[in-house]
């Protein structure tokens, strides 16, 4: 009888050479990880001309749980039930068989033999752990990728590790979080499935040299622009060279990490593309946002403000840094405003608006109230005003309001000075120095409202050289 399917060895070996030089070791590696292992040892040594020999053995007391797992493929996987496993399919070590010119696996059930398009059992057996010996072709330069690979594991408590007689020793993470994260899972004679899952993500510092990656359970997934190395407890959904992950999938990782490391943000850092794909996702949480915009614009940064132009130049000239709308996405914009990360120019530092709608009513005195000081500044205002503009009929209103935090305001063809602010003294004795300077101020807003513009620049000095003018023909005094 025909067999269903036929495997070309040679075929499978040259497809899994794209994989790179390193999968071979981490394969037999991860293998040994996800049993009940305390010692787990692997050489990779020349073995005669362009070929090398791998060996990893490791002291599980059970061994192989099932010989016949050895050179089946995709047999029903006893790890696919728990996603705090790092196999799936149990087909890594045949896989790494089919890369081998020849292979030796020597466990407590017995022993597996391939010799180049042969396979043979023999009656080996050890009293505990498994043994996989392997010849395969490879360069120098390939073996040392592999080394320096396998040296990145992220080796778990409790294991030691050794690698060509050196221990692979354990890394000190810098931060743990928790996150619902996508994995592989299913249960015995089910498929398997994508589903999410409460895990656990490590995070650790990059040595000098190393470039950030991702991990799945301690073994190097994929570089990725993150900042830190990323160790994810649980399967990471990945593809079948199991090199990569998808783009949904990164940006979760990426928000995840700056969740979790949001204080150790620089002005350099917080701007990295990847902060900012996070910055854009619902699950980046509040704290992050706002360490994200204080990295990037400081501690005084305002959101421009089109229902109130002048509160952007206040801002401006308070040392503020205004941020306009096309800096940033939709998404981001609605996790800086939810967060409060920065509010409008017209929120933090309003133009005066003594009665605009939406605000308290503003504290006046009544004209009936004056006392003789206050008609007298008024009778000043009114004709500096129309000696410098040439309004003849300014309205001027005097407030006395503490919770109004201006000198005073102009508009609507009036001109508003506030009692608690310039104070008693400045106001009943005029004219003097203080209140010219408000009133400058105040009226050039009848030509320009932006503080930092030169229109307004331009306005105070023509009006500072009318009012000259007039003091020297007699028009206004003193």
């Known amino acids: 009888m025909s067999s269903f399917l036929e495997v070309s060895k040679k075929g499978l070996a040259k497809a899994l050479a794209e994989r790179g030089a390193a999968w071979p070791l981490l394969e037999l590696l991860q293998n040994c990880l996800d049993e009940n292992v305390t010692t787990v040892t692997a050489t990779l040594r020349p073995f005669g001309r362009g070929k090398y020999e791998i060996r990893v053995e490791d002291d599980c007391p059970e061994g192989f749980k099932d010989l016949v797992h050895a050179y089946t493929l995709f047999a029903e996987s006893p790890k696919k039930a728990n996603p705090e496993l790092r196999g799936r399919y149990d087909m890594g070590e045949k896989l790494v068989v089919a890369r081998c010119d020849e292979a030796h696996i020597i466990t407590t059930k017995g ?107 301690g073994i190097p997934v994929v570089e990725i622009d993150c ?94 840094h205004v941020v306009h709308g096309g800096s940033y996405s939709g998404g981001a914009w609605d996790n800086i405003k939810a967060a409060e990360a920065m509010l409008p120019a017209g929120k933090v530092n309003p133009s005066p608006k003594p009665f605009h709608p939406d605000g308290a009513p503003l504290k006046v005195i ?30 001027v209103t005097f407030a006395n309001d503490f919770g109004w935090h201006f000198a005073g305001s102009y508009g609507a063809g009036g001109i508003t000075l506030n009692v608690a602010r310039l104070g008693r003294e400045c106001l009943e004795n005029s004219p003097n120095q203080r209140l010219d300077d408000v009133l400058i101020h105040e009226l050039a807003h009848d030509k320009a409202s932006n503080h930092l513009s030169e229109a307004f620049y331009d306005e105070c000095t023509r009006i500072g050289a009318a009012l000259m003018e007039a003091l020297r023909r007699g028009e206004l005094s003193y």
């Open 366 to 395: 009544e004209e009936e109230d004056w006392t003789p000081g206050l008609r007298k500044t008024a009778a000043y205002v009114r004709r500096a005003a129309r000696l410098a503009t040439g309004k003849t009929s300014l309205s």
């Open 111 to 217: 022993a597996i033999h391939w010799e180049g398009d042969t396979r043979r059992h023999g009656r080996q057996k050890r009293e505990r752990g498994t043994v996989f010996v392997g010849v395969l072709r490879m360069t120098h330069a390939e073996a040392d990728e592999a080394c320096a690979v396998a040296r990145t594991i992220l080796c778990p408590p409790g294991i030691e590790l050794t690698l060509n007689g050196s221990a692979i020793e354990p890394r000190e993470r810098v931060n743990a979080a928790e996150a619902s994260l996508v994995t592989v899972i299913g249960e015995d004679g089910e498929n398997l499935r994508r589903s999410k899952r409460k895990t656990v993500v490590h995070v650790y510092e990059t040595r000098e040299g190393e470039a950030p990656m991702l991990y799945e359970l």
């Open 227 to 320: 900042g830190w190395h990323v160790d994810v407890q649980q399967r990471v959904p990945l593809n079948w060279n199991r090199d990569n992950v998808t783009p949904a999938y990164l940006r979760d990782i990426q928000t995840v990490v700056v969740n979790a490391m949001h204080e150790e943000l620089t002005s350099d850092s917080a701007t990295a593309p990847w902060v900012s794909e996070a910055l854009e996702s619902k699950d980046i949480e509040p704290e992050a946002v706002r360490a994200i915009i204080t990295a990037r614009h400081g501690d005084k940064a305002v959101i421009a403000d089109p229902s109130d132009r002048e509160a952007e130049g206040l801002s401006v000239a308070r040392g503020y």
